[in-house]
């Protein structure tokens, strides 16, 4: 069956510009996370979404980052304001609940000029 | 420290030999322990999805954790040139469900 996809794959934007990152889970699933991967941190928990529960924001390394799942489906990440050290590729992964393992997309690749 | 620690050096060995890697937790309510692969400009793979101590085998992976040790292993059997990817270990505890990872190991298998 689809996995989960991410779109676009690759994002060029100018410093100061506004971003936003879209997930398309796998049909089914109501646990969603979204994590960022840069050279030399690794793999970063940014958000979580489980159901109709309030997200676990508590990954989001400041305010201009946000996301939100509608319907409990697809969700979108954005990012204002974008700096360079916001480049990196975004993951999205879910899984059928909070306790099964995850599955993951093949991200964004987000670079700021 | 970091939660979760594995050493990111690159990894070659010969077609057919047994590729070992390992990491080293400091979070003891870490449960759930998990191995991913990845591939060039590819999202992380599942691989292995264990809970608690204990071994798991499925084909020619093997997962080992000890939770006394805070320690996992993964070992790749009759390793391929296909297995040259990256391997990401990973774990979350319960009532937490984000992943904590390590940064990664490199494994070229050499023809």
């Known amino acids: 069956g689809a996995g989960v996809s991410q779109s676009p794959s690759n994002k060029v934007t100018e410093k100061g510009k506004d971003v936003e990152l879209r997930c398309d889970p796998i049909?089914?699933?109501?646990?969603l996370y979204w994590y960022r991967q840069s050279l030399g941190q690794g793999l970063e928990f940014l958000i979580y979404?489980?159901?109709?529960?309030?997200?676990?924001k508590s990954g989001l390394p400041s305010d201009r980052f946000s996301a939100e799942r509608t319907g409990g489906s697809v969700s979108t990440l954005t990012i204002q304001r974008t700096q360079q050290e916001d480049s990196a590729v975004y993951l999205c992964?879910?899984?059928?609940?909070?306790?099964?393992?995850?599955?993951f997309g093949d991200g964004t690749r987000l670079s700021i000029l | 420290q970091k939660e979760v620690e594995q050493d990111p050096g690159p990894l070659s060995v010969p077609e057919g030999a047994i590729v070992s890697l390992n990491c080293t937790y400091s979070?003891?309510?870490?449960?759930?322990f998990m191995w991913y692969r990845q591939y060039s400009r590819k999202g992380p793979e599942l691989l292995m999805y264990?809970?608690?101590?204990g071994n798991k085998e499925d084909g020619r992976f093997t997962a080992q954790v000890d939770k006394s040790s805070k320690y996992i292993s993964l070992f790749i059997r009759d390793s391929q040139p296909s297995d040259s990817a990256t391997y990401l270990c990973?774990?979350?505890?319960?009532?937490?469900?984000?992943?904590?990872f390590g940064k990664g190991n490199q494994v070229v298998v050499i023809p």
């Open positions: 992964a879910s899984s059928q609940s909070g306790y099964q393992p995850q599955h």
């Open positions: 049909s089914g699933h109501t646990a």
């Open positions: 979404f489980q159901g109709n529960s309030a997200p676990d």
């Open positions: 979070n003891s309510a870490f449960q759930y």
């Open positions: 264990t809970y608690s101590s």
């Open positions: 990973a774990m979350s505890a319960r009532g937490n469900n984000r992943l904590a």
